[in-house]
């Protein structure tokens, strides 16, 4: 089991910057699939990108491939996700997720159903 704690949200103007870091506890974070998710006010929440557990290769949603980037450090527990060039339609609760299930090199999830840990959510909201 990990928990997940998130922090670095808050109110950014748009085409500015925010790095979002995700502190995991436990000894076994090695083992587990990262991903950031968001949820906007009154839609679903969504996938955001992932980082393989133990390569860091990575895998972004098509609207912020770019502009993010998801990276981790295995050796201090932690994963984080670095926001560029924000726009007014990244506002969102950001989460911070971790999946136990094991994916070969190149494969990735973006289903919310697989990532079985969740952090309490970050807001970040980013003025026009």
């Known amino acids: 089991q990990v928990q997940l704690v998130e922090s670095g949200g808050g109110l950014v103007q748009s085409g500015g910057s925010r790095r979002l870091p995700c502190a995991a506890s436990?000894?076994?974070?090695?083992?587990?699939?990262m991903g950031w998710f968001r949820q906007a006010p009154g839609k679903e929440r969504e996938f955001v990108a992932t980082?393989?557990?133990?390569?860091?290769?990575?895998y972004y949603e098509d609207s912020v491939k770019g502009r993010f980037t998801i990276s981790r450090d295995n050796a201090k527990n932690t994963v984080a996700l670095q926001m560029n060039s924000l726009k007014p339609e990244d506002t969102a609760v950001y989460y911070c997720a971790a999946s136990p299930k094991f994916y070969p090199r190149y494969v990735y999830t973006r289903r919310i159903s697989d990532y079985a840990y969740w952090g309490q959510g970050t807001q970040v909201t980013v003025s026009s």
């Open positions: 436990g000894r076994t974070f090695i083992s587990y699939t």
């Open positions: 980082i393989h557990r133990s390569d860091g290769s990575t």
